[in-house]
């Protein structure tokens, strides 16, 4: 109950935060719209008993009581209608809005390893709509409450033993109810392959994977598995839907079994004088209320317990997000350094990734001076990549530490510590912004200042890219949107290269594998730039910068060079070292530098 109460908090809270007026006036409009149906019954009462008496003033109050109420009733429903339209557009952008900063303020990426997450998020997604509106199905509860209350009254003054006919509509609205959950755990149990049609989706619709498509003729081979797991899911949905309408029938069949009961008992009433044909007629025509007001009522349980899913999804979300920042709040934090004076130290670092038992680094003990230029060379899956995400706290360790200037990094606020790195990495985002805006988000700060763009590029040895641009730093970029320019691999990665290179003094900077869509002598020109752009960083604060590659050939510069295998530290020292040991470092120098003679 405790859980069902906070979520239904949460649903009135996003309506009021997205927008207050419109919420009450939802309530209100909500409430007009249904309790003045019955109103219209009795209005119909009176002027059938004003017929039957022949007293025209009695039925021309008949008559005047249901034009007002009809009246009402289609002044609500307008306004009722263009009321949740808007609120529905309120709440959208409040609920979009939300996730979007629950998703990118999450401190690690963690979450995108974790299976639950992915499902999670995956619900949310297919469930969208009830969070457009989440007030709505209360709105609509509550006007239904009011209106029952009038029928339960109205009938109650016609005899004691009629205000029961209600309560026969139960079991519908029970079985709308039940079948909902039923449904609704359906729907969870089927998010991954939910997950995996969207896969079959993309694989043939995304340009990322139309080569492959085509040159393997894989397409009728993804039609088929989309169509054969849909096929599974559909079965199973409809399956359910078949238990529903029996469950439900014979739930409506009870109450209109009570429902012809009242009829037939208040017709006799009126045939021995103890009712009026008007009390037949507001039997009737409340009857005929109550038969649809269980419909909608199970419409409205379905709707309610579909949003309130909906909503406790958010909400774990929330609490996750929540958790989330808990677990990386140091209890006394400690200030980040503006130098480096002794740099970094990693003790003991192990990691695993989420939800599995394999370590990925195992052991690592490192020292990285101060001021100095680290390589991270090794075999691909090696451990490279999650060493600098380590560092820039992408995860957290799963035993170890790592000591800036001798303190833990845990105990740096992960925001202040973000703050004074920066990174370019192989799997670069593809920002569709405005040119100088893909490059400004370095630094947000500066990101219209269009010499700092230039600075920044020209440190990335890459300030020749504005020429090729349509119109310069204001060229829309991505074929995504009408009349953007379409670059090439290797403009977007000098780009994001740019990016990295507007923060101009960072105590980090990492770059992993930043030139992987460039040729080798462009990537060494490139590697050349950027050892004398480290010198004027370390100068500065102490910065540390780490080149992760795959060629040997380019990081021959670096002060220090780490040769990771399997997962641990298999190698370090400078390249002249590293080639005198002729260990696993000059065997594999060897061996590419043949490839390139």
Known sequence: MREWLRTISMMVAISLRADAPRSA??????????????????????????????????????????????LLNRLSAHASLNIRMRLRESTQLYVDTHIMGLTAGLPSIEHHERPEYLDQVELIRTERGYLANPFNPISWTVASIVQGISIIALLAGVHPALAFLL???????????????????????????????RHFYDLTTKPESAKEVRVFGVADELLRRRRQLYDRLERERQGLAVRQVLSSTGAWLLFAAGYVAAIVWTAAAARRGDATVGDVVLVLSLGSQVDRQLTQLGENVAWFVRTHRAVRRLRWFSDYAGRAHAALTPAAPAQVPERLVDGIRIEQLGFSYPGTTNSVLRNVTLHLPAGSTVAIVGENGAGKTTLVKLLLRLYEPTSGRILIDGVDLRDLPVEAWRLRTSAAFQDFGQLQLLARETVGVGDTSQSDDDPVILAAMTRAAAPDVELTLPDGWSTQLGRDFEGGADLSLGQWQKLALGRAMMRPAPLLLVLDEPTASLDAPTEHRLFDRFHGAASEAAQQSGAITILVSHRFSTVRMADLILVIADGHIAET???????????LYAELYELQARSYR
Request: charged share 10%; net charge positive; proline share 2%.
């Open 167 to 197: 309560l026969l509509g139960v079991p519908t609205a029970r079985a709308a109810g039940t079948g909902q959950q039923r449904l609704v755990a359906l729907v969870d149990g089927q998010s991954e392959a939910n997950r995996l049609l």
């Open 573 to 583: 020292g400078d390249h002249n070292t590293l080639i005198a040991q002729a260990g």
């Open 25 to 70: 006036a939802a309530v209100l409009t909500a409430v007009g719209q249904m309790a003045s149906l019955p109103f219209q019954a009795i209005g119909l009462k009176i002027l059938t008993d004003g017929v039957v008496a022949r007293d025209s003033g009695h039925a021309f109050r008949g008559v005047a009581v249901v034009l007002l109420f009809a």
